[in-house]
């Protein structure tokens, strides 16, 4: 006779009382979600996570319950999946996961949560250069916002923005104001680069209410590299494709008291007639019809240089002056014939330079980009990989 009986090899459990111990079943692998489970007033740029510390991720899929699954994406151990989109406002989504564990085992789990409804406004996004434009070298990528955005979110901006060149070159964003971004390459653009700039702005915080809702992206291509150099000792304009010099003209620029302005300037945009008004740019004396500096004419074949109402045009009254003296009230003043060729040899982004005068561009009057040394032109605080022209009055003729 014995008191009790053991398995043999020690196979089954033994309890104090000298009962048979039943086998410990594993353990289950655990699961996060965040947003939590029922959570209200979700702001759109929360992150949206699920993971698992014991176990790996099988399938997550996050749906907003009226539209498309959210995007994301799993880490390489499969134990997290993170949404790479936003969300979008006064919306109710459903999170559905399941995990897979030792032995087995599984984990199934579901969660709801519901977004902000309180939302004031858009971010909206006027871009240039626009989408299939061909520009000049030195073009810069213009995002101007429809609301200021605030110094805090202003890196969050940065960080969904994305810029890519074919081929590849160096490049910044730079802002000019709370609603002024702009983007250039180190040096000009290569003749042939294509450039793409792409905006992810759904779901981002730009301050004050007001919410991306959508992305967006534009493509462009960099033309022959035009280089224009006016210079106001000689008076003349030589002008230059592909680093070779196709064409030298006098010119007339502005006289004393309306120096040009002059600098690394590039081409905004041209219209083949342009409304110049005195008063309207100088006031004063300048509104007196019949006083030395009056003015109030339309201007032929004018390409834009500043975005404070410098051009380049057709000056035929001027004829006998250019390539000798200053007569222009700050515009550069061509014959009627070589202003017609500029106009239409010209892109948008061909490159300006105007030496010397008393009037330098600078960042006041919207002419910063090819005046600031790259070095310091980042001012973002983020490592990145003005005005409209149509609305500048012109300086005159």
């Not at 590299?225 to 008076?235: A, E, P």
């Amino acid at each position: 006779m014995v008191a009790g009986c053991s398995a043999p090899n020690g196979t089954g459990g033994v309890v104090a009382g000298g009962g048979q111990a039943a086998m410990v079943a594993p353990t289950p692998p655990d699961v996060t979600i965040s947003p939590s489970d029922r959570a209200a007033e979700v702001p759109l740029d929360a992150p949206v996570k699920v993971s698992s510390s014991t176990g790996s991720l099988s399938t997550v899929v996050v749906t907003r319950v009226d539209g498309a699954p959210v995007p994301g994406a799993f880490s390489p151990d499969q134990k997290t999946w993170t949404a790479t989109d936003g969300l979008d406002p006064a919306a109710s989504y459903q999170v559905s996961v399941t995990a897979a564990g030792v032995a087995g085992t599984h984990t199934s789990a579901l969660a709801t949560f519901a977004t902000i409804s309180n939302v004031t406004g858009r971010l909206l996004t006027d871009a240039t250069p626009a989408d299939g434009d061909t520009v000049g070298v030195a073009e810069p990528i213009d995002l101007t916002f429809n609301t200021p955005i605030a110094r805090a979110q202003q890196p969050e901006i940065i960080k969904h923005l994305k810029v890519v060149s074919t081929p590849a070159q160096v490049g910044a964003w730079h802002w000019f104001s709370d609603t002024v971004l702009h983007y250039r390459p180190a040096e000009y653009w290569q003749t042939g680069t294509k450039v793409t700039v792409s905006a992810n702005f759904h779901g981002v915080n730009a301050g004050n209410g007001v919410w991306g809702m959508a992305g967006w992206s534009q493509s462009f291509t960099v033309g022959a590299k035009h280089v224009s150099i006016l210079s106001d000792v000689t008076h003349q304009m030589q002008v230059y494709e592909n680093d070779k010099l196709i064409n030298t003209w006098p010119i007339s620029m502005g006289k004393p008291g309306f120096e040009t302005l002059s600098g690394n300037l590039i081409v905004l945009y041209k219209a083949d007639k342009v409304k110049m008004k005195s008063c309207q740019t100088f006031g004063g004396a300048a509104c007196v019809p019949g006083s030395a500096n009056y003015y109030n004419d339309y201007v032929y074949y004018d390409t834009a240089i500043s975005t404070n109402g410098f051009f380049i045009h057709s000056a035929p009254w001027s004829v006998g002056d250019q390539g000798a003296r200053d007569v222009s009230h700050g515009c550069v003043n061509l014959s009627e014939a070589h202003a017609i060729t500029f106009y239409n040899w010209s892109l948008p982004g061909d490159v300006v330079q105007v030496s010397p005068t008393v009037n330098i561009a600078d960042i006041n009057n919207g002419e910063a980009d090819w005046q600031t040394p790259f070095a310091q032109y980042d001012n973002t605080g983020v490592t990145a990989a003005a005005v409209t022209p149509n609305s500048a009055t012109p300086a005159g003729a």
